[in-house]
């Protein structure tokens, strides 16, 4: 391959510990390759990826339809920056907006920069439409994720993740997931922006029980606070589903997108009504890398595969039967299985490490989503008999 000299696992392993700043624990495989549910490492061993690189690779790995598009825009245009028209982009937001509740799309390159976006622009609209500045405080949730950089931080809610940071912005508060009377209490003629994930991923896969999204719906209506859906982790098609609003009879005024949307390729997404959008200007906000030409049609390409009815049905379908036969493990160690679609979590009594350790020895990728929660996330084209095999790899290691 031109201008690309390799190391072999062990140099791998040993430059990253020499090098990189060490944020991450990673596991010792190194990986060369993938196709469709399955990932290569350099031993030439085969796994199934039921992590899908934390629900991102939504169409699996090396599809070919993707990587047409990639090729053939990446022989064409790369970036030109946002100072310019390029076509790509414009494509992408017509789609999104067409298929959802929005009426306008901000483009940028994560879920945290999706969710910073978002904070801003609710503090513009109060600003604009409402005409106050001390309308400023965002209501989040228990067991909440919303990104690393300092506002989507704010909103997180794992002590672990904010202390080592503080101070963060002021005037958050974080009321128990799916309690209705906490939600009440905490939303008022203060609340500037209320951010909540229909189906919570890093806070251990829990979704949003019916009648509570609608709640805070309408507390946002009578407060005149805007609601943000963070839908990074569970939406498009995730839950099988679009969206994962659409299991529940509300719309945001905000959605923030993040990881499937470009296959691999790093985007975000603040989808928003007009009378947000209405409030920003010129200058208001922006980003360098956004919306290029490349990651967008690498969008395209994403959304209109997973976009059609019968895609959507099949997720659905075999996120049942995932979860089914989950269930029929019986292990006394499952305390709970729960999810939406094709993001599951196994609640144990203990730890999930080991599980997860001894998955990957025989060849299944999965993840935790806290101590005690496995979190299965695998390509939205896994085959039914790709789960049995799962299932069976999990079983083993449950002795
Ligand atoms: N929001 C949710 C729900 C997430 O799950 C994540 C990442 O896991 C983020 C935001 C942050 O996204 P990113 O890591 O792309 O900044």
């Not at 390159?109 to 609209?125: D, I, M, Q, T, Y």
């Not at 982790?233 to 949307?261: F, S």
């Not at 806290?370 to 049995?388: A, K, S």
Request: hydrophobic share 40%; proline share 4%; charged share 20%.
């Amino acid at each position: 391959m031109v201008g690309h000299s390799s190391l072999n696992a062990t140099q791998t392993i040993a430059y990253e510990s020499r090098y990189l700043v060490p944020t991450y624990t990673r596991s010792d495989r190194v990986f060369t390759h993938g196709e469709g549910s399955y990932l290569f490492d350099t031993a030439g061993n085969r796994y199934l990826d039921f992590a899908s690189g934390i629900a991102v690779t939504a169409l699996g790995h090396s599809d070919q339809m993707w990587i047409e598009a990639v090729k053939d825009q990446a022989d064409q245009l790369v970036h030109v920056s946002n100072l310019y028209h390029t076509t790509p982009h414009v494509q992408l937001a017509q789609r999104l907006v067409e298929n959802s509740f929005a009426d306008r799309v901000f483009f940028c390159n994560s879920g945290s920069e999706a969710n910073e976006a978002a904070l801003k622009f609710a503090r513009k609209w109060v600003r604009v439409a409402i005409g106050v500045d001390n309308k400023t405080n965002i209501v989040a949730f228990e067991g909440s994720f919303h990104g690393r950089t300092m506002g989507a931080l704010s909103v997180t809610a794992r002590q672990q993740y904010r202390d080592p940071f503080a101070p963060l912005m002021p005037g958050v508060s974080f009321a128990p997931f799916n309690d209705l009377d906490a939600a009440r209490k905490a939303i008022d003629s203060k609340t500037c922006a209320v951010i909540v994930e229909p189906v919570q991923g890093e806070g251990g896969v829990r979704v949003a029980e019916p009648g509570f999204l609608e709640c805070l719906r309408d507390l946002c209506d009578q407060h005149q606070v805007i609601l943000v859906f963070d839908e990074v982790q569970c939406g498009l098609g995730r839950t099988g589903y679009l969206w994962a609003h659409e299991n529940y009879a509300v719309t945001p005024d905000i959605m923030t997108l993040a990881k499937p949307l470009a296959g691999g390729l790093p985007i975000g997404a603040v989808l928003v009504v007009e009378a947000v959008a209405a409030t920003m200007q010129p200058g208001d906000h922006g980003s360098t890398f956004a919306a290029g030409p490349l990651v967008c049609r690498a969008g395209q390409a994403v959304f209109d595969r997973i976009c059609p009815t019968k895609f959507l049905r099949t997720v659905r379908a075999n996120g049942e039967y995932l979860q089914d036969c989950l269930r029929r493990l019986q292990s006394a160690g499952i305390v709970d299985v729960r999810g939406s679609g094709l993001l599951i979590g196994v609640e144990f009594n203990s730890a999930v490490k080991p599980i997860i350790s001894a998955a990957a020895d025989k060849g299944l990728l999965i993840i935790n989503a806290g101590e005690n929660v496995l979190r299965l996330c695998p390509p939205l084209i896994v085959t039914r008999e790709q789960i049995d095999r799962a299932v069976e790899i999990i079983r083993e290691c449950l002795g």
